[in-house]
């Protein structure tokens, strides 16, 4: 027995000229523009969820007090010209 999935309708207004294109993808790949928008807004929405997760992360480093103080930072960072660098701050 197949399990269907919820799903709900999404409209968006778009250029005429990208709704052209669509038109013209989903006929070179004998699918539906349903089937190309879903796969398109698939992608960007892992796209941009890759792209947000380094940021979520700090920011939750923050949130649990997993800090560098500024001051360890700028001392490493003014060591890397001298013959002696700090070790990285921790």
């Known amino acids: 027995m197949a399990i269907l999935a919820k799903t709900r309708t999404v409209t968006a207004h778009v250029p005429a000229e990208l ?3 669509v038109d013209l993808m989903a006929e070179r790949l004998k699918r539906s523009k ?3 928008v879903k796969q398109v ?3 960007w929405a892992d796209q941009e ?3 947000s997760r380094p940021t979520r992360e700090a920011l939750d480093d923050v949130d649990a007090g997993r800090l560098i103080a500024s001051q360890a930072v700028q001392a490493w960072a003014d060591s890397l010209s001298t013959d002696t660098p700090l070790p990285a701050p921790r």
């Open 19 to 21: 709704a052209g294109k």
């Open 34 to 36: 349903n089937w190309i």
């Open 41 to 43: 807004l698939s992608g």
């Open 49 to 51: 969820e890759e792209r």
